[in-house]
């Protein structure tokens, strides 16, 4: 099998309910518990903030402003992935539009995120569907190949392989290991936990204590001159 034209039918996805574990959990509250290094580079923005993303990884290597590849990973992926295109971060050609990722929906899956260019933007705004990219262009794709599917693929300043787990909202994409996200998940819970009550305080007019705030200044030398 020659590399750059390669097409992996298949590979392990995490069960279900550990990608579950995630759902309705904030990007920022996930990514605390990862060292603050679990996001894609923040040129990645969503079209519609408002359309959530959580799925599993389903690859995509792809030259530059071509997508013959990703015609295929629509047909090939499954209900709860996202497809995940590396196009090089080459802004010169959408790779999707409007019709892609309404089919995209059509079949269950759950995503797109592209290092490169998408089309139809004012119609993906609107859609109900997670669609995120680096930019926007009318320029059309290529559809000449070569690529690669389902292997690992290096997406906006992250390595990203088939079966990780990907959550986004509004503020961007995580990338989870499998073998991690139980244990993530559980911190996550319990750092949104904490800070839904500190926001609750405030807006109850309880304040927001906070002595790690002196105690880290006295930790580096801080002086207060008057």
């Not at 089919?103 to 997670?130: M, N, Q, T």
């Not at 320029?139 to 992250?158: C, D, L, Q, R, W």
Request: charged fraction near 25%; include cysteine; charge should be negative.
């Amino acid at each position: 099998m020659a590399v750059g034209c390669r097409i992996k039918k298949d590979f392990e996805r995490p069960a279900k309910e550990l990608v579950e574990a995630f759902r309705g959990l904030p990007v920022a509250n996930i990514d605390d518990n990862m060292g603050r290094i679990g996001a894609v580079d923040a040129c990645i923005y969503p079209l519609n903030p408002n359309a959530k993303l959580l799925g599993t990884a389903f690859t995509v290597n792809a030259p530059a402003g071509d997508n013959l590849l990703f015609h295929k990973a629509l047909d090939m992926a499954k209900p709860g992935d996202v497809i995940v295109l590396a196009n090089k971060g080459s802004m010169s050609r959408s790779l999707c539009g409007e019709i892609m990722s309404n089919y995209a929906k059509s079949r269950g899956l759950a995503g797109i995120i592209i290092d490169g260019c998408v089309r139809d933007s004012a119609a993906l705004r609107e859609l109900d569907f997670p669609v995120y990219a680096k930019g926007v262009t009318p320029n059309g794709p290529y559809k000449n190949g070569p690529g690669e599917m389902n292997f690992p693929v290096s997406f906006a300043g992250t390595v990203i392989n088939p079966g990780d787990i990907l959550i986004g909202d509004a503020d961007g994409i995580l990338v989870i290991p499998p073998e991690f996200a139980a244990e993530i998940a559980e911190k996550a819970k319990a750092t949104n936990l904490s800070e839904v009550g500190q926001l609750d305080g405030i807006l109850a007019g309880k304040g927001w204590p906070r002595p790690w705030v002196d105690a880290k200044l006295e930790e580096v030398g801080f002086e207060f001159v008057d």
